[in-house]
């Protein structure tokens, strides 16, 4: 998974959500659970890479920040609650869909 449009067509397979623009910059597009409005998924272009920034249990950030290099600390977002998915390939399409999941799950509550 390494465009924007295949990671907002995946998000949008989960039930009640739907994409939203909030901001000025038009770079930052948030996939959102319609029942509370929290954002499960923000996309965004930074340094010409596709990002996008999803919750994360704390359990978990570490494992995930140790298997890939491309799992950093969420970008402009608390770093014990949020992870940075950087989609440069590196990543198996399969985990970004599961950690993608994880964050739904966690807002969807």
């Given at each position: 998974?390494?465009?924007?449009?295949?990671?907002i067509?995946y998000?949008?397979?989960?039930?009640?959500?739907?994409?939203?623009?909030?901001?000025?910059?038009?770079?930052?597009?948030?996939?959102?659970?319609?029942?509370?409005?929290?954002?499960?998924?923000?996309?965004?272009?930074?340094?010409?890479?596709?990002?996008?920034?999803?919750?994360?249990?704390?359990?978990?950030?570490?494992?995930?920040?140790?298997?890939?290099?491309?799992?950093?600390?969420?970008?402009?977002q608390?770093?014990n609650?949020?992870?940075?998915?950087?989609?440069?390939?590196?990543?198996?399409?399969?985990?970004?869909?599961?950690?993608i999941?994880?964050?739904?799950?966690?807002?969807?509550?």
């Open positions: 998974m390494t465009t924007r449009e295949a990671v067509e998000c949008l397979t989960f039930p009640d959500t739907y994409m939203d623009t909030p901001f000025r910059d038009n770079n930052w597009i948030l996939l959102r659970y319609k029942k509370n409005k929290k954002a499960f998924a923000w996309t965004y272009m930074y340094e010409g890479e596709l990002r996008v920034n999803i919750k994360v249990d704390p359990e978990w950030r570490e494992f995930w920040r140790q298997a890939y290099d491309a799992v950093i600390p969420g970008y402009h608390n770093k609650h949020w992870n940075t998915l950087i989609l440069n390939g590196t990543i198996p399409e399969e985990d970004v869909k599961r950690m999941a994880e964050s739904y799950d966690l807002i969807a509550k």
